[in-house]
């Protein structure tokens, strides 16, 4: 069986391109050879489209005592649900959403690679658009750049503001434009599946407001004939 094109997702920053392989009804979201997983504590974006009847499995790998927090919504599609499941390395459902159209979900891993699965199966006509974002904490990053400014420390005394004090501001602000950044990606993801209703309303509204109309051009020549007929003059006219 031959290999899909390679997808990418939209991390801030960009990670390496991830490749879709399909398996049945499923298709798994796998890194190359030697490629590292998202970029840690980091927000990934991705947006798909779940055909009607099908399946499809990501795997995200993780390390011990990181987090990982999913979140995802269904943007298009009828009734706007899906279901959702999170299993661990070891094969057990940590999370199970059964035709829901969002859901936010948070675990404290171990090592291996966790597996996410959005479901459409009992679906036979309608496809979804489906958006999730992942976002990991603590995968091991950041007491490195903790110690890398250790070095820097020693003799700075006499500052008014230590080192140590810039840092944990620097990493205050990373914080809060992390959570920024991700709040406005929710706020475009809930406008999109708000158009998407509107629209499908719209055309609900068009398409019955057409039938109403035909329906009421019928039944004005239906009474007109029936009040030309009792007015017509049927006696046989003799000469």
């Avoid at 974006?45 to 499809?56: I, S």
């Avoid at 171990?110 to 990991?136: A, H, P, Q, R």
Wanted: one cysteine or more; hydrophobic letters at 40%.
């Amino acid at each position: 069986m031959g290999l899909l094109p390679w997808l990418r997702l939209r991390p801030r920053p960009r990670p390496p391109p991830l490749l879709l392989l399909p398996l049945g009804c499923f298709a798994l979201l796998l890194p190359p050879p030697a490629a590292p997983e998202f970029s840690p504590s980091l927000d990934s974006d991705f947006t798909f489209t779940l055909p009607a009847g099908r399946k499809e499995c990501f795997y995200q790998p993780m390390r011990k005592e990181a987090s990982l927090e999913l979140e995802y919504q269904v943007l298009d599609g009828a009734g706007l649900d899906v279901d959702f499941h999170l299993l661990s390395p070891k094969g057990e459902t940590l999370v199970f959403d059964e035709r829901k159209s969002d859901g936010v979900h948070t675990v404290e891993t171990e090592d291996g690679d966790y597996m996410f699965c959005f479901d459409n199966t009992f679906s036979t006509i309608s496809e979804k658009v489906i958006f999730f974002e992942l976002i990991l904490d603590n995968m091991g990053e950041d007491g490195q750049d903790q110690e890398d400014w250790k070095k820097y420390v020693t003799g700075t005394d006499l500052l008014d503001m230590k080192l140590e004090d810039i840092l944990e501001s620097i990493n205050s602000v990373k914080a809060r434009l992390s959570k920024s950044v991700q709040i406005q990606t929710l706020l475009r993801a809930f406008e999109a599946r708000d158009r998407n209703i509107q629209e499908s309303n719209f055309d609900r509204v068009n398409f019955w407001s057409m039938v109403n109309l035909g329906v009421m051009v019928v039944v004005s020549a239906v009474q007109v004939y029936m009040l030309k007929s009792l007015f017509e003059d049927r006696r046989k006219s003799r000469t």
